[in-house]
C-alpha cells in the first residue's frame, strides 16, 4: 500500500522559512493530484496547496506569495517551500494524495494522508 512520510518540520521564528518534504513508498500514484493540509490546534485540517498531473497548482489565499509547491515525480517527492512564516502558520503539516487529476485542496477530495509533521512559528 502507498505511504507518505513528510519531513521537514520544526519551530522558527516569524520571517524565516521551512522546507517541508514528503516521499510516497509502495505502490505509486503518479497521475493524481498531490496536496499539502494543515490542522491547527483546535481547528478544522484546511487545504494549504495542491499540484495537478499537468503542473496546475492551486493556494489557499493565506499563503499566496508565501508558499510554494513542487513534485519530483520521479522521486516520489512533493514539498512545499514556506517563506515568511507568521505564527498563525503553526499547525500540523501533512501531504496527501487526491483521487483526481486537477489541482483542488478540498480534503473530500484525498484518501491517502501521511502521519504529519509539525511547524511552529513564534
Known amino acids: 500500500h502507498v505511504q507518505l512520510v513528510e519531513s521537514g518540520g520544526g519551530s522558527v521564528q516569524a520571517g524565516g522559512s521551512l522546507r517541508l518534504s514528503c516521499t510516497a513508498s509502495?505502490?505509486?500514484?503518479?497521475?493524481?493530484?498531490m496536496g499539502w493540509f494543515r490542522q491547527a490546534p483546535g481547528k478544522e485540517r484546511e487545504g494549504v496547496a495542491g499540484?495537478?498531473?499537468?503542473?496546475?497548482?492551486t493556494y489557499t489565499d493565506s499563503v499566496k506569495g508565501r508558499f510554494t509547491i513542487s513534485i519530483d515525480r520521479a522521486k516520489n517527492s512533493l514539498y512545499l517551500q514556506m517563506n515568511s512564516l507568521k505564527p498563525e502558520d503553526t499547525a500540523m503539516y501533512y501531504c496527501?494524495?487526491?483521487?483526481?487529476?486537477?489541482?483542488?485542496?478540498?480534503?473530500?477530495?484525498?484518501?491517502?494522508w501521511g502521519q504529519g509533521t509539525q511547524v511552529t512559528v513564534s
Open positions: 509502495g505502490y505509486t500514484r503518479s497521475s493524481y493530484c
Open positions: 499540484i495537478g498531473v499537468d503542473g496546475r497548482i
Open positions: 496527501a494524495v487526491s483521487i483526481w487529476r486537477a489541482p483542488d485542496i478540498e480534503e473530500r477530495h484525498y484518501n491517502i
